[in-house]
Nanobody
């Protein structure tokens, strides 16, 4: 069994910063792509940023230059540094990972989400 647990959300003023963390645990052999998604009320869940096991990254146009995704493969963790936050960044943020578990099964896993609210 695999768990993804996010942390680091909260309330921040426009222009502020937050750092989200996501820890993967369980019967993990290896982790392929990891990413952050977000879902605002009444909207579809969207990809914010992703990172491969080799460190290649992709970003949604709306966050390029403001957000940075990174990972620590030794700790099975992924991070999202969010700077210059805007009210439109307000959403529940979800961690997702493609994980190979024992014995040798590839599956996609989601965290439970962490709320980010940008407001003055």
């Amino acid at each position: 069994q695999v768990q993804l647990v996010e942390s680091g959300g909260g309330l921040v003023q426009p222009g502020g910063s937050l750092r989200l963390s996501c820890a993967a645990s369980g019967s993990i052999r290896s982790i392929n792509d990891m990413g952050w998604y977000r879902q605002a009320p009444g909207k579809q869940r969207e990809l914010v940023a992703s990172i491969t096991s080799g460190g290649s990254t992709k970003y949604a146009d709306s966050v390029k230059g403001r957000f940075t995704i990174s990972r620590d493969n030794a700790k099975n963790m992924v991070y999202l540094q969010m700077n210059s936050l805007k009210p439109e960044d307000t959403a529940a943020y979800y961690c997702r990972a493609q994980i190979i578990t024992t014995p040798w099964v590839l599956g996609g896993y989601w965290g439970q989400g962490t709320q980010v609210t940008v407001s003055s």
